[in-house]
């Protein structure tokens, strides 16, 4: 671990981060040369950890390793995933293994690596508000330090220029099952907690799957492969008309650059509402190799001269859901094309239904009269990847994972971590530390291509001063 500088006692921070995700850890790891930056991190969980109910055996990322958290801003940058792999003495089995997509727990080893690196990251902080302070011209940041139980150990308060919202997203739950999802005691499941629950729902007679992206499928293939041939018992179900493979062509990819972000920022809202759901098959489809499996594991049940006891229906919703008297989970199915309906008694069910962004409001609240909205009511976010506030405030709240209706399906994207990082770091820093490239992308979107924001400043100022 390498020494960072602090503020000077009374001084603020130049840079608060809230939430230690990979998009925060891949700003705390490109913020950490910039000297004289003063930055801390906080996050209420102990530790870091990756969607630990998903690190399936066998499952890999769905970007190449190059996507780690600094390499495509900085390839020199001490925490790259190749430098990781130096350090481990695993280079020479990483180049014979010829992986350009690595396993997931090996991205989660990757990234806890990098946390045991860095002095300003903050774990067992729970963020409680923010606040604006008009006389000091900086945030007030209110926290309560947890102990190893996650209980209040103690209260504390920070105080930053700038703050960047890194808090991630929470599980979609669909509203006829949130009612059975929320009892403990009900066998119904969010797929982000299904490796804790792996071993009871081998022992259900029968198990339903819904949803009909990565995770539903990489879900559904670790129960078929684990149950005997003719006793699977499973149910695939997904509301979308196909069980389709994700949009993987080299010029398809191409809507995940900063091209493509800013031409998609630069649209009408009405026009950037209407293409998101139109733009699922980019980052909610299956991939081709595990579309594969499950098809090879399905045909090898044939060689008996039987059918596995699997059922694969697309195009059906859920109406209602609730408990029989014997225990066992009642789903009352629509299938939208046929217009019929149908009931499906199951054992448990898995909902991989994906997730949402966490409403930046419950964190923002005594900032809610200084946030400028959009039509929809939703923050705006201008091209910097920060909030639009009254000018009465000169700080910059910028904003990680919470703004894919202003910069499109890219906002989640792994591959765009380190860009949006040094994009924050160039503007907050009113220099460039990390030039970006100006095109990157063969397609043009639109006549008019967008070109990149140019910086504010063109120094550092020592110490770091406010800048809008």
């Known amino acids: 671990m390498t020494d960072r500088p602090t503020p000077p006692t009374g001084q603020p921070h130049d840079l608060v981060g809230i939430g230690i995700g990979p998009f925060n850890l891949s700003l705390a790891a490109l913020a950490h040369p910039l000297h004289p930056l003063t930055t801390a991190f906080y996050e209420q969980r102990p530790a870091f950890h990756w969607h630990p109910g998903l690190l399936i055996d066998g499952a890999t990322l769905q970007v190449p390793f190059l996507a780690d958290l600094v390499t495509l801003a900085d390839p020199t940058n001490p925490w790259t995933f190749l430098n990781y792999l130096r350090t481990r003495d695993r280079l020479y089995p990483f180049y014979f293994a010829e992986r350009f997509h690595i396993p997931r727990t090996e991205y989660d080893a990757y990234c806890r690596w990098v946390t045991h690196q860095l002095p300003t990251l903050h774990f067992g902080h729970q963020v409680e508000a923010i606040r604006w302070n008009d006389r000091h011209h900086h945030f007030e940041v209110d926290y309560t330090q947890l102990n190893a139980d996650g209980e209040a150990e103690a209260l504390g308060r920070t105080h930053t220029r700038n703050i960047a919202l890194g808090i991630g997203t929470e599980p979609r739950i669909p509203e006829p099952l949130k009612p059975l999802a929320d009892d403990p005691s009900t066998p119904v499941i969010h797929s982000a907690d299904y490796l804790h629950h792996r071993t009871t729902l081998r022992n259900a007679e029968h198990i339903t799957v819904i949803g009909s992206g990565q995770s539903g499928a990489e879900i559904f ?3 078929l492969r684990d149950r005997p041939t003719g006793h699977e018992n499973l149910h695939w179900l997904a509301r979308t008309q196909a ?3 994700m949009e993987y062509s ?6 995940f650059t900063p091209d493509y972000t800013r031409y998609f920022h630069a649209l009408p809202e009405s026009v950037r509402d209407e293409l998101v759901p139109r733009q699922w098959q980019l980052h909610k489809g299956i991939d081709a190799d595990t579309i594969a499996a499950i098809h090879d594991e399905l045909y090898r049940r044939t060689l008996h001269d039987d059918w596995p006891r699997t059922t694969l229906t697309p195009g059906v919703s859920v109406r209602t859901a ?5 225990t066992r989970i009642e789903l009352h199915l629509e299938h939208t094309q046929q217009n019929t ?5 199951t054992d448990a069910v898995i909902l991989a239904t994906g997730y949402q962004e966490r409403p930046l409001d419950r964190i923002l609240t005594a900032l809610h009269p200084h946030l400028h909205r959009d039509t929809s009511g939703r923050p705006r976010i201008d091209q910097h990847h920060r909030l639009e506030l009254d000018p009465a405030i000169t700080g910059n709240i910028y904003v990680q994972n919470a703004e894919r209706h202003t910069h499109g399906v890219g906002a989640p994207d792994l591959g765009l971590a380190a860009w949006r990082s040094a994009t924050i770091l160039n503007h907050l820093t009113g220099t460039t530390p990390y030039p970006l490239p100006q095109r990157t ?12 924001p140019a910086p504010t400043h063109n120094h550092i100022p020592a110490p770091l001063s406010n800048h809008n």
Do not use: M, S, V, Y
């Open 441 to 452: 992308a063969f397609t043009t979107f639109g006549l008019t291509p967008q070109t990149p």
């Open 243 to 245: 069980f389709a493979p």
């Open 341 to 345: 309906r149908t009931t499906l008694t």
């Open 221 to 223: 293939l670790d129960l």
């Open 250 to 255: 080299k010029l398809g990819l191409e809507h």
């Open 322 to 326: 609730e408990r029989t008297n014997n």
